[in-house]
Nanobody
């Protein structure tokens, strides 16, 4: 398992943007598909976006498509989630995840996840 660490969360107003980052200190992320999940208060944890090992394939949940962008840097040491036009329903704890291979069976949801970060809070005020 990778020691994934998220950063970049915070409190923003509706319509604003925020970028989340994720890294695994001391580890390269080349051999992993990566993704983001989120869990809103009182709701189940759900997939947000997933990206393949080399970044060529991305997949998004329907409710974030067109607003969120998942990406990974060229040295393949960091994962990002650019979130634009944030709404109150985006308020959640966001988790970075890693999987041995890229697989998506539900939009935005990486399959086979075996590493999870501890999560970072994103709060959007209306």
């Amino acid at each position: 398992q990778l020691p994934l660490v998220e950063s970049g969360g915070g409190l923003v107003k509706s319509g604003e943007s925020l970028t989340l980052s994720c890294a695994a200190p001391g580890f390269a992320l080349d051999d992993y598909a990566l993704g983001w999940f989120r869990q809103a208060p009182g709701k189940e944890r759900v997939g947000v976006a997933c990206i393949s090992k080399r970044g060529a394939i991305t997949n998004y949940a329907d409710d974030v498509k067109g607003r969120f962008t998942i990406s990974r840097d060229k040295p393949n040491r960091m994962l990002f989630l650019q979130m634009n036009n944030l709404q109150s329903e985006d308020t959640a704890v966001y988790y970075c995840v890693a999987a041995q291979r890229y697989s998506v069976y539900t939009p935005g949801t990486c399959g086979g996840v075996d590493s999870w970060g501890k999560g970072v809070q994103v709060t959007v005020s209306s």
